[in-house]
């Protein structure tokens, strides 16, 4: 019954592979977020998707690229990993572009 | 356990003591502000929330403060509990920008029994 799930928990990877990791919520929401959590636990905006259409892209690497698929899902590929990727990432979604956000546990990736 | 996040601020209170924690934006465009609890290896969980027509606003245990004059927002919780020990994040966003949240840098709250 978890609202917002994200799959792996942890992923460690090394440098110059290529992972993705998932995101799912079963809350029926429109909008949903990707945000990059750094070891001094600064919290940022990464991405966000409105009805599967990208509405926010901040100043992130190309080689971040977000996949919604359908509403209830987006995913984020990571390409060529590099150590400063190494941080946690959140999904987030709210009901529309306004609306409360609610958080996934987060994917803690460790890139070496 | 966490090994991040050590140089975080951190507020230690006595359990059932009321806590205060305090947040200076830099937008003065913002006029919608959130705070949100992290608990260790978990995501952030809503609080909060208070729109810029108003300097106050209660809930739970807990009342934020918002004083826009000198950009500041602050949280307090009331007879503090050992749930409570978590980082809390202020948040803000012009409501033009939607929910382009800006994060603040984070308070760490340490509830002593």
């Known amino acids: 019954d978890t609202a917002v799930s994200q799959t792996p928990k942890y992923l460690v990877t090394q440098m110059g592979n290529d992972k993705s990791i998932k995101c799912e919520q079963n809350?029926?929401?429109?909008?949903m977020y990707w945000y990059k959590q750094d070891s001094k636990k600064f919290l940022k905006i990464m991405f966000s998707?409105?009805?599967?259409?990208?509405?926010i892209n901040e100043t992130v690497p190309n080689r971040f690229s977000p996949k919604s698929p359908d509403k209830a899902h987006l995913n984020l590929h990571i390409n060529s990993l590099e150590l400063g990727d190494s941080a946690v990432y959140f999904c987030?979604?709210?009901?529309?572009?306004?609306?409360?956000?609610?958080f996934g546990p987060g994917t803690r990736l460790t890139v070496l | 356990g966490e090994s991040v996040g050590l140089h975080l601020p951190t507020l230690s209170v006595q359990e059932g003591d009321n806590s205060i924690i305090n947040c200076a934006y830099s937008?003065?465009?913002?006029?919608?502000f959130i705070w949100y609890k992290q608990e260790s290896g978990k995501g952030p969980q809503f609080i909060i929330d208070?729109?810029?027509?108003?300097d106050k606003r209660q809930g739970q245990r807990v009342t934020v403060l918002l004083n826009k004059t000198v950009k500041h927002l602050s949280l307090q919780i009331a007879a503090t509990q050992p749930g409570d020990s978590a980082v809390y994040f202020c948040?803000?966003?012009?409501?033009?920008?939607?929910?382009?949240?800006?994060f603040g840098g984070g308070t760490r709250v340490l509830v002593k029994p």
């Open positions: 208070i729109r810029s027509n108003m």
């Open positions: 809350l029926g929401h429109d909008t």
């Open positions: 937008n003065s465009a913002s006029d919608y």
């Open positions: 987030a979604s709210s009901q529309d572009w306004g609306s409360e956000q609610f």
């Open positions: 998707y409105n009805n599967k259409e990208l509405i």
């Open positions: 948040a803000e966003t012009p409501v033009t920008a939607g929910n382009k949240l800006t």
